[in-house]
């Protein structure tokens, strides 16, 4: 069933101050046109927000509803700019060409001497003249190309499909729900497992080691689950692994080939990582996925974006199943799109990229003549059966998006209705939705409901009656706010039975059947130890409690900020997936303002403290970067970086008190020419009711790292840097802004074109007097 393609290769490359597109190879022969990247960064970042997940915690620097919702007008201005001038007639020529010879045309993207534009999502191509995505129809699948060293043969799979699964959840990173993720994934593809057409090897040892071993045996498709991330001191991807103790191994891509590479038959690498797609914007091969491809490895599929519960369930059947029926991988990743396009209004089918090497399919997959058909009802009997038995356990934040995708297709099957009803979350209770399923348990399992039952409503029972009919059964579970868990425990709900202790003490589920994973679910799972610690390592980390009752909850209530306690110290490496989860406030009021300001310019901070100094992350969007004057550390606001005023509780303060001697500072970060992986940092202290000129301070430790749409800084402010002579106490209120600064992009000056500030009132005549100043509370939790 694999269709026969005629190829239309595009090569993207800069050109002067911006780019030009290449037709390499066509049907109609080579052209070339310039391109110009149609959106502002802002808009890339927010049309990347819209098309994830609506659950899934994310930056954002604009509110929600001000988010890119037209999808279709974002691919028609990306395709307008790409399909222009004599690419695009070569284009529509060789469309012609295609299909008078009874062929389909694929779109090849080449973004090799443009690495800067991987991260552009081109998967969302929008064709005007043809009224539709491109990557929705076989008959014009987009694919990312890649020169691969060498080319390996195509390989003959006879049924069934072999994948082999590695989880890796080392126990010094946030824990992936592995337990939820497998009964989830066993059910979406337990037809096809039935069938004979897939069989998938978990592989429990998730070491270098364990995987050198298990690749002995033949295996068709390495699929990976787990965190990823992107080196900057190496400038490449990682994939983490665990070592022989649990921890973690942050592994590139380029070792990991040298494992797969002499896997004769795999063909196919599926990467459900968090930036498993991610280049340096320098080196095309420095992405895990782009270093696979290098190194041999056919085909690699890696998300550009985390996608939501119900995506993924659609996801990982669809692409085996297609695969399985023979389609080549070029075609199956279309189909699956559609499949996702049309199972609900979310625009998630783009998030998969597909990347290759070579004109030739991966494999050709025959099915045998002994092969069962996969009968199309037996895929909704494996999600209730699922569903029913993640009931029986009160695991409902695993059923919940079986039973959601069983109603979405079959809305009258079994009593999917009822259940839902019993145990969807209420998303209009405090005020808003909730942000994950796990938000919500059951207080007890749900009892075995009969198929199609008569409807029975019966009371619920009062919570102070419930402890005398604790051995009665209830027919409806009421639902309850989860309580906070202990630290290092699964955030899922699987029973304890079945799970197995690592000998170093920490948790790790039992492995089983898991495919297309990974950090799927990552963003509903995962909840930093330092953003949610338990009393005693609040304790070890900041400190004992208030002398007096309630000092800190009374302080956070009347304060501006509050910062959570880092029960687990945040590591100032420019990775920043150990921010996942602390809350995210903007800064957003424009205080200064000289000449034409950047319209995207803008950005969002996060801060946890320790007893030994404050941690805070910037996120910027800032497309025109402009380091500072290293020479001039009393004026690093003047270039690109943030600052902000620390200084003790000054709402007792008279109104037209000034900054205080030894208590009030400045801090500045800025970016440094000199450093790009880091940042320079520097302090004016108050003297005299004001801010006198600073010097460097290298105790405070930055890191950095830069993207297409601009940059972010994580930084370490010991608290001797900040004037106190101790580390302050739990419930310590004091005064503090946080501002961004934009610099000029004038080559004749160095100097300031925009400051941004959380607090409104700030400028440059009332910096002097902290009365005015935003307060924050080191608490406990961050709220």
């Known amino acids: 069933m694999?269709?026969?393609?005629?190829?239309?290769?595009?090569?993207?490359?800069?050109?002067?101050?911006?780019?030009?597109?290449?037709?390499?190879?066509?049907?109609?022969?080579q052209a070339s046109a310039p391109f110009t990247l149609p959106f502002a960064a802002t808009d890339l970042a927010q049309f990347m927000i819209a098309v994830g997940p609506p659950r899934v915690s994310s930056r954002r620097l604009v509110p929600a509803e001000a988010r890119v919702v037209d999808v279709k007008e974002y691919g028609r201005r990306l395709g307008d700019a790409l399909l222009s001038g004599d690419v695009g007639t070569a284009f529509r020529s060789s469309l012609a060409t295609a299909r008078d010879s009874g062929r389909d045309l694929r779109l090849r993207l080449r973004l090799d001497?443009?690495?800067?534009?991987?991260?552009?999502?081109?998967?969302?191509?929008?064709?005007?003249?043809?009224?539709?995505?491109?990557?929705?129809?076989?008959?014009?699948?987009?694919?990312?190309?890649?020169?691969?060293?060498?080319?390996?043969?195509?390989?003959?799979?006879?049924?069934?499909?072999?994948?082999?699964?590695?989880?890796?959840?080392?126990?010094?990173?946030?824990?992936?729900?592995?337990?939820?993720?497998?009964?989830?994934?066993?059910?979406?593809?337990?037809?096809?497992?039935?069938?004979?057409?897939?069989?998938?090897?978990?592989?429990?040892?998730?070491?270098?080691?364990?995987?050198?071993?298990?690749?002995?045996?033949?295996?068709?498709?390495?699929?990976?689950?787990?965190?990823?991330?992107?080196?900057?001191?190496?400038?490449?991807?990682?994939?983490?692994?665990?070592?022989?103790?649990?921890?973690?191994?942050?592994?590139?891509?380029?070792?990991?080939?040298?494992?797969?590479?002499?896997?004769?038959?795999?063909?196919?690498?599926?990467?459900?990582?968090?930036?498993?797609?991610?280049?340096?914007?320098?080196?095309?091969?420095?992405?895990?996925?782009?270093?696979?491809?290098?190194?041999?490895?056919?085909?690699?599929?890696?998300?550009?974006?985390?996608?939501?519960d119900r995506a993924a369930l659609v996801f990982s059947h669809e692409f085996y199943y297609f695969l399985t029926r023979g389609l080549g991988i070029d075609a199956a990743i279309c189909e699956v799109r559609k499949a996702m396009a049309v199972s609900d209004e979310a625009s998630e089918w783009g998030t998969a990229v597909l990347l290759r090497s070579g004109a030739d399919q991966p494999f050709s997959f025959t099915a045998g003549t002994e092969t069962p058909a996969v009968r199309p009802e037996s895929r909704l009997e494996s999600l209730y059966g699922a569903a029913k038995g993640a009931l029986q356990t009160g695991?409902?934040?695993?059923?919940?998006?079986?039973?959601?995708?069983?109603?979405?297709?079959?809305?009258?099957?079994?009593?999917?209705?009822?259940?839902?009803?019993?145990?969807?979350?209420?998303?209009?209770?405090?005020?808003?939705?909730?942000?994950?399923?796990?938000?919500?348990?059951?207080?007890?399992?749900?009892?075995?409901?009969?198929?199609?039952?008569?409807?029975?409503?019966?009371?619920?029972?009062?919570?102070?009656?419930?402890?005398?009919?604790?051995?009665?059964?209830q027919p409806e579970p009421r639902l309850r706010p989860q309580p906070e868990r202990e630290p290092d425990r699964p955030h899922d709900t699987a029973p304890e039975e079945n799970r197995r202790r690592r000998g170093n003490g920490f948790v790790r589920s039992v492995a089983g059947l898991v495919v297309l994973s990974g950090l799927f679910w990552l963003g509903a799972t995962q909840v930093p130890k330092w953003f949610k610690g338990a009393a005693p390592d609040v304790a070890a980390a900041c400190g004992p409690a208030p002398a007096t009752a309630g000092a800190g909850a009374g302080g956070a209530g009347a304060t501006t900020f509050v910062a959570g306690c880092a029960t687990t110290t945040p590591v100032i490496d420019g990775d920043f997936a150990d921010w996942d989860g602390v809350p995210t406030s903007s800064i957003s009021h424009v205080i200064a303002q000289r000449g034409t300001p950047q319209r995207e310019f803008g950005g969002d901070w996060q801060t946890v403290w320790d007893s030994s100094a404050l941690y805070l992350h910037v996120h910027v969007v800032d497309p025109d970067l402009r380091s500072v004057d290293v020479a001039s550390p009393g004026a690093y606001f003047n270039g690109d970086g943030f600052s902000f005023e620390f200084g003790p509780d000054a709402r007792q303060l008279d109104r037209k008190a000034t900054t205080r001697r030894g208590q009030d500072v400045h801090v500045m970060v800025g970016l440094s020419r000199d450093a790009p992986t880091s940042g320079v940092a520097s302090i004016n202290p108050a003297a005299r009711g004001t801010f006198t000129t600073g010097t460097r301070h290298p105790e405070i430790t930055v890191a950095r790292a830069d993207s297409l749409t601009g940059y972010d800084l994580e930084v370490r402010v010991p608290w001797s840097a900040l004037q106190l002579r101790s580390a302050p106490a739990r419930g310590s209120v004091f005064s503090m802004n946080v501002n961004l600064s934009d610099a000029t992009s004038s080559s004749a000056a160095w100097g300031l074109r925009t400051m941004k500030s959380t607090n409104a009132a700030r400028t440059a005549d009332t910096q002097g007097f902290p009365h005015g100043w935003q307060t924050i509370t080191l608490a406990d939790a961050a709220s």
């Open 113 to 308: 001497a443009a690495p800067d534009l991987d991260p552009v999502p081109w998967e969302y191509l929008y064709d005007a003249t043809l009224g539709r995505f491109l990557t929705l129809s076989q008959e014009t699948p987009v694919v990312r190309l890649l020169d691969s060293l060498e080319r390996p043969p195509v390989v003959q799979v006879d049924a069934p499909l072999r994948v082999l699964v590695m989880i890796s959840s080392p126990s010094d990173m946030p824990e992936l729900a592995v337990e939820r993720e497998r009964q989830l994934l066993t059910a979406t593809t337990g037809d096809l497992v039935a069938s004979g057409r897939l069989t998938v090897t978990v592989l429990e040892d998730a070491t270098l080691t364990g995987l050198q071993r298990a690749l002995l045996d033949d295996f068709h498709v390495f699929h990976f689950i787990g965190h990823g991330g992107f080196d900057q001191k190496a400038q490449e991807g990682v994939l983490v692994l665990e070592r022989e103790d649990g921890t973690a191994h942050r592994v590139s891509g380029a070792r990991l080939g040298t494992l797969l590479h002499d896997a004769r038959t795999m063909q196919l690498a599926v990467l459900n990582a968090c930036e498993g797609a991610r280049t340096s914007g320098r080196d095309a091969f420095s992405g895990v996925a782009q270093a696979l491809v290098r190194q041999g490895l056919p085909a690699v599929v890696a998300m550009q974006t985390e996608i939501s």
């Open 395 to 473: 695991a409902q934040a695993t059923a919940l998006p079986l039973l959601e995708q069983i109603a979405t297709e079959h809305p009258d099957y079994e009593d999917v209705t009822q259940l839902l009803e019993r145990i969807r979350p209420d998303r209009t209770a405090g005020g808003g939705p909730l942000s994950r399923p796990d938000d919500l348990v059951l207080e007890r399992p749900l009892p075995l409901v009969p198929r199609r039952p008569e409807p029975q409503p019966e009371p619920q029972p009062e919570p102070e009656q419930e402890a005398e009919q604790e051995a009665e059964p």
């Open 2 to 29: 694999s269709r026969e393609y005629l190829d239309f290769d595009v090569a993207v490359t800069p050109e002067g101050q911006g780019y030009a597109a290449h037709v390499l190879a066509s049907p109609a022969g």
